[in-house]
């Protein structure tokens, strides 16, 4: 893992509240690339006893930040869609894989497919940032 992402990771990370209470732990950060995970708690479940849609839609979401900002580039969402396909259960480990698609000057677009403790298939993110162009890293 370069020095750049690790900086990047360890500054987005320490002020995003919501990744915290997620619960997201990392387990790997490239450029273009990072692999998240987190537990399903009680708390983030719905009346039909399964994950609410909005916690597998978060998870991707911090994938897709994490993702497109370790160019060292401040990168925002301005678009996503997203295709549940199974349900996430209370306390099972999920694990974000987000792998970036296409990248321009002002645009990036990156994939992210969610995955249970079983390896399937959960949902599927596509996710669009916009790059700021201010450096996390002042020269």
Request: net charge negative.
């Amino acid at each position: 893992m370069a020095t750049e992402e690790l900086i990047v990771r360890k500054m987005m990370y320490e002020n995003d509240a919501f990744s915290q209470w997620l619960g997201i732990e990392f387990i790997s950060i490239e450029p273009g690339k990072v692999e998240l995970k987190m537990q399903i708690r009680e708390e983030m479940t719905n009346g039909f006893k399964i994950a609410h849609g909005g916690i597998a839609f978060s998870l991707a979401d911090s994938a897709l930040a994490f993702s497109s900002n370790t160019h060292g580039i401040q990168s925002v969402t301005i678009e996503t869609t997203t295709s549940f396909i199974k349900p996430l259960k209370e306390g099972e480990w999920v694990t974000a894989k987000a792998t970036e698609i296409q990248l321009s000057g002002k645009f990036g677009r990156y994939l992210i497919e969610i995955f249970n403790d079983s390896g399937n298939l959960t949902a599927v993110f596509y996710g669009t940032v916009f790059r700021t162009g201010k450096p996390w890293i002042k020269s």
